[in-house]
């Protein structure tokens, strides 16, 4: 079983940028799509970007043109790049595979790490 440990959360304020790292325990992620997704409280979980094994990538509507996702192919790990931070953002961020419809994914889901947009 793969494991993902999601990392680079943190405390930032409106406007600001934070860089989120999610390494995998095996080297999945040149051959299957990888997204991050997040939960803010009291709502159900979303996806935010995925990113293809060919690098093609898709973000949901209310981050296009803040959020960068990526790959590193070589390190197991993806990325997302989040700049212009809106306390909306505010939520914790997994990184898993998308296996179906909606949030249904491949593999265990990790701790999550937290981001928060507060001034």
Known sequence: QV???????????PGG???LSCAASGSIFSRVTAGWYRQAPGK?????????SGGNTNYRESVKGRFTISGDNAKNTVYLQ????KPEDTAVY???VPSGAGTLVLFAWGQGTQVTVSS
């Open 82 to 85: 989040m700049n212009s931070l």
């Open 17 to 19: 940028s934070l860089r």
């Open 3 to 13: 494991q993902l440990v999601e990392s680079g959360g943190g405390l930032v304020q």
């Open 44 to 52: 159900q979980r979303e996806l935010v970007a995925s990113i293809t």
């Open 94 to 96: 997994y990184c898993n």
